[in-house]
Each structure stands twice: as structure tokens, then as C-alpha cells.
């Protein structure tokens, strides 16, 4: 049995390598295990054809630089599938690709499992084609489900993955250092670039002496290179550390964390870590906002999922030194911001759901290998699933 998994960023990097992880417990039957992704999926035993750590990209900008790697990558995975027996391909996350995938995987018989699948935050609506080109799903939240189902997909919610990442991390939570602050800066190129300098600035505003400074290294960003950076940017701060594959461990460490939006914040709510969220734009994604008048409530996930202010945004021109450094003090201290932050998370940790998201995904992957073939029947686009006698 040929199982391929497709993820385009750190995060469905780290699902990919866990889900995997829970199959080869369940599947009894020989399988491998390949596809598109990066170090933690390969540090699984996946055999890695196309690596897309450097395929992470914000608004159109980026995405041009990385297209024509995306576009090299897709072209190597069609070959590949329509090459031998068909088997079970995993999407992850990463829509604008991963939607392509499974058209030209569908045309070769490959049974189709999207896990994470692309803009399931959103409460008003879901991807228009992924009934059509997935025999199942599992999402992370609930109203994801019910919108794909009632769009007549075979739709599924077992909680939020990240959850079980963090539980099966082993990471136990530590006694919180009340001089350290957790600095997850990004994972992209242009958010570094532009973030660093900030944050270095907002610290020596903060000018609270003896605060250490830990930064959690994404696992497609080279530590020694982010160090040097750092190290020209705040020549007299000695003291920080950089940590690469412990985010839990740090945002557990931590008193806060300055955090760059994205996932890495439903990270630090799951971890008890108060925070502040920041995001600078590149001039690309400045340019496509005014032409496209995106202009979002909110960016940072517990935002988006509570549709409240429950943590700090700092966007753009509001993300400035002064601004994080009194915003930052004020999450540090004892009071009313950081309790309410602390009570907020508990709101997310329930309606996120169960933490074996992951256990649960594994099974339904397995159900739908062992899934005997006359069970699905494909006419065009749409598909029909008949119960085998």
C-alpha cells in the first residue's frame, strides 16, 4: 500500500510526521510512506521527493517567489502518482496546491484524505471543492464540519491536532521564569527580516534588566544564521538563547512571548503563555491589501476563534518599539490583561475539543485504505459512495 502525504509549511510538517507516526501503530498491512515536506516528516521515515520548507508565503508577493518551486514540486508528485498502483493520498493544509494534487491524483484513482484543510477557521463558509475532491476530511473545528457536510462531504471533527502534538510532546510545563520572554519571531524569511528589528528595539525600550530573551527557531530556519542576526541587531544582549524544536518548551518556560501570527499563537494559548502578537508587512503585501481592501478584524487565531479581543494585535504601522514594549510590560505583570488572557485560553481549550486529533485522523486514514473498492464509485466530479455487500 502506497500512502503519499503532500504538507507546504512547518506546521503540516510536524501533522504529517505524527500522523504517520500513529498509521505504522494501526496499519498492520505493509505500507510506505512518502511525499512533499520537510525535516520533521523525513525524521518520521517519510522519503521526502520534494521538500517544501521554503515553500511558506504571505499574500501574492511571496507567493510569486515560491511558485515556480511549487510548480517544479507539483509536476514531480503528478509523475509520481500516476506512476504504479494507486494508494491513499493525505493533503495537509495548503490549499492553493494541494487542491491541484488531488484533481490530477483523482484522475489516476487515488483515495483522498484531507486533513486541515485550507481556511477551516472560517465560520461562514469552506472550500467550494473540496466535496468534490476528497473522500473524507478531518478538520479542527466543528463548524468546519458541519458547513462541508451540509456541502455533502464526508466531513469529520476529532479537535484540534495541535493539542495531541503538544500532550505526546512530553513537554512537561516548567515553573514560568519571571524574567523571560518567549520570542517566536516566524518561520518565513520576510517576517525575520522584518521582525527582528522591532523586537529589538521594544527590548531596549522595556529596559527591564536581567531579562532573557528565548527564541523559539522554526524548523526550516537556520539558528546559527538567526543568531547572528540578532547579535547585530542587540550587540549587548549575551544572555538570550535560541532553541530549535522545543517551541512548547519555551512558551512553557516563558512569563510571555512576543509572537509572530500565525500558528505559533494557538501554540502559546495551548500553552498557558501570554502574549502579545505582532506582524510587519512587506511592501508586496502593502501594496496588495490597498488593491484588494483586505482589511481583517483580526489576525491572531484566539482572536479569530473567540471573535473578540482576547490577545494583543500589533499589525503594520501599529507594531511599532514603543507600542510592544508597553503592551509586553503589561502582559508580565500581575493584573486584569494577563488574567484575562489566562481565562481566554481555557475558552479556546474547550472549544478546540478532544487532544487525540491526531489518534482519531490515523484511524479514518486507515478505514480508508482497508476500504474495499466498490465501496466509492466516481462519476466526473462527483462522488458516490455505495455500502459493499
Known sequence: MRVFLSSGEASGDAYAAALVREMRHLLREWATYEGIGGKAAAEAGINILVNSSA?????????VKVAPKALAGLKVATLHLAAGEPGLLVLIDFGYFNVRLARRALKYGWRILYFMPPGSWRRDKQGRDLPNIADEIATPFPWSAEILFEMGASAHWFGH????????SGVESEKRHVNR????PGSRRHEIDLHLPLISNALAQLNQPGLVAEFAVAPNVNGTSLAKAWKMLAPHRNDDIFTGGDNYGVLKRARAAVVCSGTATLEAAFCDCPMVVVYRLSLGMVFQARITGFDPTFIALPNILLDRHAVPELVHKA???AALATVLFDVMQEGKTRRDQLAAFQEIDEL????DAITQTAKLAVQLIRRPPEAII????ERIEVKPR
Open 55 to 63: 515553500w511558506g508565503a504571505m499574500g501574492v508577493a511571496q507567493a
Open 161 to 168: 491536532p495541535l493539542k495531541q502534538l503538544i500532550r505526546d
Open 181 to 184: 520572554v518567549a520570542i517566536l
Open 319 to 321: 507594531a511599532t518599539p
Open 352 to 355: 478546540t475539543g478532544p487532544s
Open 378 to 381: 466516481r462519476i466526473g466530479k
